[in-house]
């Protein structure tokens, strides 16, 4: 299987702030690799795929960047509609894996 | 606008099948570039990926949940449906249906809102 580690677990920030979320990939995985946005009592939203192509109707504060094993979700200036969980996907493989997620809350 | 619905007990007993329903409107579930996937959450924790099913009828599982899993294609209905046997209290979770796109990146495009199954006797 391959592993998804994303850092940090949690991070407190304000509205305005630029946001970092990073993922490793437990082996290469190209550019295979999707990240989702997921708010309380909801299904997982897809922003971004192929590691850097953003989703339709996506704001474009959000971006993707990374290829191989290490791979960044940037907010560009934080919304208060963007205080959610974020989760990487690889579909590198068959066995489709996730990151553990990322919790953005309000500071 | 592709729209997925899950459906299904929100309560089975250890040790029995938990079944669920997904019925596909807005598009056919019979599309070329498609597969259907089942994913599941459990309360508070991450998402874990169960299964999926082509149009063809073949699938692909998580090994981790070895052969208690059929995932099976209804085209005349646009439905798919997954069963899971002998279910204990680690099988509570909200199972999501979704459609993952071959297009791009295989991402999970379209969810469905997702239903809670809780297995307790």
């Known amino acids: 299987d391959i592993q998804m580690t994303q850092s940090p677990s949690s991070l407190s920030a304000s509205v305005g702030d630029r946001v970092t979320i990073t993922c490793r990939a437990s082996?290469?995985?190209?550019?295979?690799l999707n990240w989702y946005q997921q708010k309380p009592g909801r299904a997982p939203k897809l922003l971004i795929y192929?590691?850097?192509s953003l989703q339709s109707e996506v704001p474009s504060s959000f971006s993707g960047s990374g290829s191989g094993t290490d791979f960044t979700l940037t907010i560009s200036s934080l919304q208060p509609e963007d205080f959610a969980t974020y989760y990487c996907?690889?579909?590198?493989?068959?066995?489709?894996?996730f990151g553990q997620g990322t919790k953005v809350e309000m500071k | 606008q592709v729209q997925l619905q899950e459906s299904g007990p929100g309560l089975v007993k250890p040790s029995q099948t938990l079944s669920l329903t997904c019925t596909v409107s807005?598009?056919?579930?019979?599309?070329?570039?498609?597969?259907w996937s089942w994913i599941r959450q459990p309360a508070g924790k991450g998402l874990e990926w169960i299964g999926r099913?082509?149009?063809?009828?073949?699938?692909n599982t998580n090994p981790s949940l070895k052969s208690r899993v059929t995932i099976s294609i209804d085209t005349s209905k646009n439905q798919f449906s997954l069963q899971l046997t002998s279910v204990t209290a680690a099988d509570t979770a909200v199972y999501y249906c979704?459609?993952?796109?071959?297009?791009?990146?295989?991402?999970?495009?379209?969810w469905g809102q997702g239903t809670l199954v809780t297995v307790s006797s």
């Open positions: 979704t459609r993952e796109s071959s297009y791009d990146s295989n991402e999970f495009d379209y």
């Open positions: 192929a590691a850097s």
């Open positions: 082996q290469s995985i190209a550019t295979y």
């Open positions: 996907q690889q579909s590198y493989t068959t066995l489709r894996t």
């Open positions: 807005g598009g056919s579930i019979s599309s070329g570039g498609y597969y």
């Open positions: 099913v082509y149009t063809s009828g073949g699938t």
